[in-house]
């Protein structure tokens, strides 16, 4: 006999909208892979109608009141058990989904697909003023849909709080603060350093399919496990999650860059990780779900730069990829391609900085889209103070808009609150192999002996199996030992930078 428990009926109701969402998630996956230009038009039918059944089945009225019964009884009473976790984040979600009505809903889902394709012609014109028109409408959605889940239009909180559970902005701004006044004199004094890297080495010749089999061989030594997961080619790329056995990442290769591709597919596989430690046990319901944007960026980052970027890595896998890549590599030493792979230099473009001046990039877009939201930037303004904070953050100026305030999608997607998370991700990052290097005792000759099972077994233990059990502060703190700080980052780049730069 099935149970017909309010609990049992929300398991279930959770586990349909997860199926559904996934069927989405795989449409987008060939979306960005390999569908053939022709069937744009089809697939949005396809994913508008998906997305449609979903929320018509996360805001069914019988959810809430399963939640109202669920929440009475003694089941859902101790706070860290599996149960009041599920009730607990199935009260989050339906309470943010059923407090927007439909018709705000509609309005920026079609103000947002707009918004996109007008950023994408504004971008190409470099032409701020093209946008700006579109930004407003989307501002303006945004701004209503803050007013509904917080407390007022300029509720900065209310949409951060979609991205990273917890977290306020009266929390980040001091974080942030601190991790710019660390940051500006490094980038200063490694400017300033008689030691430059020479990353013309990095732009050899590196055969695209040679760069395949080495990105996969060290994503598979890291742990990702291809019976359970795939690797294949897209513009943008990115990691997605389909179910339990299946989680995908993705890259894109240039075959006169090392680079870009190697790193994104150590930054990728360490977003697949996260995903394929959570326990399939819990699957489709909160418990088996990742926490937050910020926690699963520190496992990007602490992957791809923690250990991808590191002398212990490359001492163990520096000869490997001499032996792959002869003709770029034969006469390379391992200092010149150490320091190579960890230029920084102050640049315009987020997506391109390096570890130690990317969240100055973070904490521009954090203080913008914060003043535009609470209506003490006007949407005409935006490229005058983004040039400005350029200038007096990174010394830089940006030629046009498309290196300026057009070169993120956000904003046009609708997604303030989200930047926050990338820094986030890096402060958790340093928190966490601090602490596991200590816990593990040896962890740099275990990197260097080409072993990853020792701290991928501590990050499953201590983040994975965890799913969202406990938000990201209560996360951190449990498993770093410490609050969330911006100390422990700092102090890796001044040590990791000042010895490459001699600073
Ligand atoms: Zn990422």
């Known amino acids: 006999m099935s149970d017909h428990s309010p609990y049992a009926n929300l398991v279930r109701a959770s586990q349909e909208i997860a199926v559904l969402g996934s069927c989405a998630s795989l449409l987008g996956w060939d979306e960005q892979t390999y569908m053939p230009r022709g069937g744009a038009e089809h697939r949005s039918a396809q994913m508008s109608l998906l997305a449609g059944m979903v929320h018509e089945k996360a805001t069914d009225p019988r959810i809430g009141d399963w939640l109202s019964q669920a929440e009475s009884q003694p089941i859902a009473t101790k706070p860290d058990s599996v149960e009041a976790v599920n009730v607990r984040e199935w009260r989050r979600s339906y309470d943010r989904s059923t407090k927007l ?29 093209q946008f700006q028109p579109a930004f407003e409408t989307i501002l303006h959605l945004k701004r209503e849909e803050a007013a509904c889940l917080g407390t007022g239009s300029g509720d900065y ?30 980038i200063v004094a490694i400017a300033d350093a008689p030691r430059k890297p020479d990353a013309t080495v990095l732009e050899r010749d590196y055969p695209v399919d040679r760069q395949q089999i080495f990105g996969e061989l060290m994503a598979a030594n890291f742990g990702f496990d291809f019976e359970r997961g795939r690797l294949d080619v ?12 299946d989680c995908r990442i993705t890259t894109r290769y240039n075959p006169k860059d090392f680079s870009d591709a190697f790193f994104g597919i150590l930054h990728e596989t360490g977003h697949a990780l996260y995903e394929q ?26 992957w791809e730069n923690a250990v991808g970027r590191s002398r212990p890595f490359w001492k163990y896998a520096f000869p490997q990829a001499k032996r792959v890549f002869r003709d770029a590599l034969h006469e ?20 391109q900085a390096d570890e130690v001046t990317y969240s100055l990039h973070i904490i521009i877009r954090f203080e913008l889209e914060r003043a535009l939201l609470a ?3 006007a949407p005409g303004d935006l490229p005058g103070a983004w040039t ?21 999608i956000h904003w046009s997607a609708g997604l303030f609150g989200y930047f926050p ?69 700092l102090n890796s780049l001044r040590t990791k930078f000042g010895e490459l730069y001699g600073v």
């Open 375 to 377: 209506g003490d930037l």
């Open 388 to 408: 400005e904070k350029y200038q007096s953050y990174l010394n830089v100026t940006p030629a046009n808009d498309a290196e300026g305030c057009l070169q993120d």
């Open 234 to 245: 897209t513009a943008h790329p990115f990691c997605t999650d389909i179910g339990p056995g």
């Open 277 to 302: 430690g959570l326990n399939p046990a819990h699957h489709g319901t909160p418990m088996g779900q990742s926490v937050s944007l910020g926690v699963h960026e520190s496992q990007s980052r602490l």
């Open 332 to 351: 390379v030493e391992l200092d010149r391609f150490l320091f190579a792979i960890n230029e920084v230099r102050p640049s315009l473009i987020r997506v």
């Open 421 to 489: 998370t990338y820094t986030l991700g890096n402060v958790f990052a340093a928190q966490l192999f601090d602490k596991a290097s200590r816990d593990l005792g040896d962890l740099p000759d275990q990197l260097e002996r080409g072993e990853f099972s020792g701290l991928l077994g501590w990050l499953r233990k201590n983040i994975h199996q965890h799913g969202k059990r406990w938000w990201s502060d209560e996360l951190i703190t449990r498993a770093a030992g410490t609050r969330p700080d911006p100390q422990p980052f």
């Open 157 to 186: 909180d209310a949409l951060l709080d979609d991205y990273e559970p917890g977290v306020k902005a009266a929390d980040l701004a001091p974080l942030f603060e601190t991790l710019r006044q660390g940051l500006v004199p490094l």
């Open 101 to 129: 009505p439909r018709r705000l809903v509609e309005e920026l889902a079609k103000a947002t697909s707009l918004g996109q394709q007008t950023w994408v012609e504004a971008r190409q014109a470099q032409k701020y003023a």
